[in-house]
């Protein structure tokens, strides 16, 4: 699978202070500077974005060019990295992971590493931090749906990132199965779509960009028998009666993104629109929540 820019030579790394429910702005904003962003979350729910510009990085122009936007930039540490690999190196390597079914290993491996779970091949760039902990949760909780055999004709995935969710469950199912997978990132459906023919699995998966439960795609797929949202805290509650009307009698939501303090927050918007908890996965101070459509 190709990476859609050239990645030799020396690049500038920068990493910007923690920030707490930044503006999208913000982070479109960063997208369209930088040649490649990542968002290494912190486990207090933070947003920790790190910027990779090749050849040369000025400090004063993104500052004002920044401010012009409207933006306060928060305090960030510049580092030149020499590597002829930077982006293999920085950004989408990582230590093969096996959890629940499943081993996830990135693209810079040359075969997969030897396991009796079920590979994935994952280029995450900007899209995915493969080990973090509500990744980690949601792949339990889809293990723990598929050990059950649920029903699993159709499933969403609001806001799929690198697509890992919607390639587990189709590596699990796969002709049983079709999933929609969408976000609001063009750079994350891409993400999702490059993966899904990278492990073979593009024909059990449809990914679109849309805004939550909005795209005609969703709608017309609707009702689903399972949906994963490894989103965040307040989008997941204010999407909570979104998720629980494209969801089936008996259905299977995946909830994921928020910390421990958020924790009643969210499963009580969405017990109030009709769904009862089956089970939390602790990761840290992250959590995910299984929950069943009454």
Known sequence: MGIKMHNSGSCWQIKFAPQFEPSPLWEDFLQEYFEVI?????????????GYQRHSFNEQEFIKLAQDRGFDVPAFHTELLSSDNWLKENVIRFAPLEVGE???????EETPPTSSKL??????????????????????????LYRQNVPHQHILDVGCGSGIL?????????KQTHVTAVDIDEEAVWATQQNAQDNQLDKFITATQSNGYQ???????????IIFANILARPLIDMAADLAAHLKTGGYAILSGFIGEQEDWVIDAHKSQGLGLVKIYEMDNWRAALMEKK
């Open 215 to 225: 795209s005609d795609i969703v709608k017309n797929n609707t009702p689903y028998d």
């Open 166 to 174: 919607s390639l587990g469950a189709a590596k699990l199912w796969q």
């Open 102 to 108: 499943f081993l996830i290993y990135g693209v810079h």
């Open 119 to 144: 590979p994935l091949r994952i280029y995450a760039a900007t899209a995915f931090g493969s080990e973090h902990q509500t990744t980690k949760s949601c792949l339990l909780a889809l293990t723990d």
């Open 38 to 50: 990542a968002d290494n979350y912190g486990d207090d729910g933070s947003d920790n974005f790190v």
